[in-house]
């Protein structure tokens, strides 16, 4: 990937992610889940008032599948972290970028704003260039694409590569 495109996608996440106050305590997993649960718990801990801003790589890849247990508060407002660690360090975040996709083909788009919405297919097109170009997963690029038409993301082709 381009270090220019990314550091100016890095920018852009910044920019439209504003760092506004994180899920607490009791906002971090879903309604429901399983209570006192060690691994949710760790979770939460970990999560709770702290700023996607300050999630490393290292983190995105060891909480990796927080993801399906955040709740849409928590999902919304940690989603920026996941795609700029994705972009830091793909190989760190490891299978982190594939729980993601997966997972934004499932929330509901009107959780973002337009803009955020624009950004997170900006985030989409560079991965799948970057899958096109690395990994050339078929269900990757198949989750991929259908979370890029639920958030409504233009520019992206059902074969081949993403477009500009």
Known sequence: ???????????RIEAEFPEHESPGWDEVLYEGHYKNDPELEEI????????????????VFRF???????????FVYFTPAWMRCCLLDVE????A???????????DP???????????CEWLR??????????????FRAS?????????CRCMKSSGNATS
């Open 64 to 74: 990796r599948h927080a993801l399906s247990f955040f709740s849409a508060k928590a």
């Open 44 to 59: 939460r801990q970990f999560f709770a008032g702290r700023s996607w801003r300050t999630v490393t790589p290292q983190d």
């Open 110 to 120: 009107e959780l973002w704003s337009e803009g955020q919405r624009r950004t997170i």
């Open 1 to 11: 990937m381009d270090p220019g495109c990314i550091g100016s996608l890095i920018e």
């Open 126 to 139: 560079v991965m799948d260039r970057w899958n096109t170009e690395h990994w050339e997963s078929a269900l």
């Open 97 to 107: 970028v594939d729980d993601l996709v997966w997972d934004l083909e499932r929330k």
């Open 144 to 152: 991929l694409l259908r979370a890029a038409r639920k958030l409504g």
């Open 92 to 95: 760190a975040v490891d299978t």
